[in-house]
């Protein structure tokens, strides 16, 4: 079992920038993978970006590439998803989950096997 607690989300305008942190806990050195999705109201989750958590390969959905930034901390098992210049479009509940098989489908949250219970985060135009 992996458990995960999200923080950081929050009420923003737009072009500001948010962190958002995944402490991982349990059987930790199972993880394979750790993403983060989002879900806005009325749409299917979606993924944002994710993180081999050994080698540390980073993945980006097309339409947060260079603007979000996805770290992951082995030692304190936690993993960060730096936000910068955020539009309302990035609207939505974010999730991180944890893939703790090889991972094939990187961007399908139906490959991850474990997730946090999300946090919000709202960006106002």
């Known amino acids: 079992q992996v458990q995960l607690v999200e923080s950081g989300g929050g009420l923003v305008q737009a072009g500001a920038s948010l962190r958002l942190s995944c402490v991982a806990s349990?059987?930790?050195?199972?993880?394979?993978?750790l993403g983060w999705f989002r879900q806005a109201p009325g749409k299917e989750r979606e993924f944002v970006s994710a993180?081999?958590?050994?080698?540390?390969?980073?993945y980006y959905a097309s339409s947060v590439r260079g603007r979000f930034t996805i770290s992951r901390d082995i030692a304190k098992n936690t993993a960060s998803l730096q936000m910068n210049s955020l539009k309302p479009v990035d609207s939505a509940v974010y999730y991180c989950?944890?893939?703790?098989?090889?991972?094939?489908?990187?961007?399908?949250?139906?490959?991850?096997?474990?997730w946090g219970q999300g946090t919000q985060v709202t960006v106002s135009s």
């Open positions: 989950a944890a893939d703790v098989q090889t991972t094939v489908r990187t961007m399908d949250p139906r490959e991850y096997d474990y």
């Open positions: 349990g059987r930790t050195s199972r993880i394979n993978t």
């Open positions: 993180v081999t958590w050994f080698y540390g390969t980073t």
